[in-house]
């Protein structure tokens, strides 16, 4: 991918610190890079102001500005609505400002105070511990519903491992996900995929291991929320390691490069 992407575990529980810094010179014929829907859900400190990415159900292209700069936290599925105290499914597929999530006050004193530290990125993840503890703890019900698709279980065999009906583990995952368990379940066997697609696993046997029917169903997963074909996502991927320093393996997560 262009310019550097690091990222490291957050004391958060589940969540994931990432910094990007984009190329301060791309090439005249460099691709944009899709940011591809993850389950995830971001809060992007961008030019001092923190953005909320909410949860994708396409790809999203990238609006780099050359040698910008992106920090943020990467929320596991199912807990960004609860740190942001608002359903998933009214963020869906948006970029927006925190101060149109929460009182503009609130969300601009904070924007301004993580801005101004040494350490913007440890600024942002202290923020969100304490923000989180007064939230509370992560609803174990959703965690285990995200988990399960997450380990390639079917939506049935998630919704029965914690006792709900279909009715009831649709409505609560269109607030915690953002949309329902069997698009979530899409989702997250599309980015097992392409995970192995990435390590130079044969398209048929990634669509095998990550649960697809065949190669066939894989592909169509891959034009429907990636926006491409297999072979056009693994040309880009060559493309961006190419032109890169170092290989990075995980690609941008949700809204790390795409903001209102």
């Not at 400190?45 to 923190?50: A, M, Y």
């Not at 034009?223 to 961006?240: K, P, Q, S, W």
């Amino acid at each position: 991918m262009p310019g550097t992407y690091r990222e490291r575990p957050s004391l958060l529980d589940g969540a994931v610190l990432w910094r990007r810094e984009a190329d301060p010179a791309p090439a005249p014929d460099a691709a944009a890079y899709p940011v591809l829907p993850d389950g995830c859900m971001d809060l992007v400190l961008l030019d001092g102001r923190l953005i909320v990415a909410g949860p994708d159900t396409r790809a999203h292209g990238t609006s780099d500005s050359p040698g910008g700069r992106f920090a943020g936290i990467r929320f596991a599925p199912g807990t960004g609505a609860a740190f942001l105290g608002v359903p998933a499914h009214a963020l869906r597929d948006l970029r927006v400002p925190l101060d149109e999530v929460w009182a503009k006050g609130v969300a601009r004193e904070a924007s301004g105070r993580i801005a101004e530290a040494a350490d913007p990125l440890l600024a942002l993840e202290e923020f969100a511990l304490r923000r989180a503890a007064d939230a509370g703890p992560w609803d174990p019900v959703i965690r285990a519903v995200a988990a399960g698709l997450e380990a390639g279980a079917t939506v049935g065999a998630a919704a029965d491992a914690v006792g709900l009906g279909a009715r009831q583990l649709h409505r609560r995952s269109l607030d915690a996900f953002g949309y329902g368990p069997k698009t979530l379940a899409r989702v997250l066997r599309l980015q097992r995929a392409l995970g192995l697609v990435r390590e130079g696993t044969p398209f048929a046997e990634a669509a095998y291991r990550s649960g697809c029917a065949d190669q066939a169903h894989l592909a169509r997963e891959a034009r429907e929320l990636a926006g491409m074909t297999l072979r056009a996502y693994t040309a880009l991927m060559a493309a961006r390691y190419a032109r890169s320093s170092a290989k990075i393996d995980t690609p941008s997560p949700s809204g790390s490069s795409t903001t209102a």
